[in-house]
């Protein structure tokens, strides 16, 4: 596991995110074979705390407290692929704190990795892929 940190923002509307550094999404997405066709990311390297749409945080006194913070965290440096995004596995206990004050569980249900006790950032996804002839 390798250390660092990125900004927490709030928003738009109810989602929050600690952005990563993009270097980190881009060297490891170079890692991945090319026969993956893999694209980068939608969005800049992130790890989601509270998702659009898919989740309301429940403690709308805690919402933007932490707005800006510098956020520590530990990502694997194993590239993992589900079939269709690779991915990086995130752990952060900052993160959870966060999380629980707004009122949602430490991990978001269907957060990436086998024990689903961890975070993600997305380096590329194979949406896109070539198809064979």
């Not at 993160?95 to 086998?114: K, S, T």
Request: proline letters at 4%; glycine letters at 8%; a neutral charge.
């Amino acid at each position: 596991m390798f250390v660092t940190s990125g900004i927490l923002q709030y928003g738009p509307g109810m989602r929050a995110v600690v952005w990563a550094d993009q270097g980190i999404a881009d060297l490891y997405r170079k890692l991945i074979p090319k026969y993956h066709y893999a694209q980068p990311q939608m969005y800049p390297a992130h790890i989601t705390v509270v998702r659009l749409k898919k989740e309301n945080a429940k403690n709308l006194d805690a919402w933007s407290k932490y707005q800006g913070e510098e956020v520590s965290f530990n990502y694997d440096n194993e590239v993992c692929y589900d079939g269709t995004y690779f991915y990086l596995r995130v752990q952060s206990d900052r993160i959870g704190d966060i999380r629980e004050e707004l009122g949602l569980p430490r991990f978001r249900f269907g957060d990436l990795g086998a024990d689903r006790r961890c975070y993600h950032i997305t380096i590329g996804n194979t949406k896109h892929e070539k198809s064979e002839s």
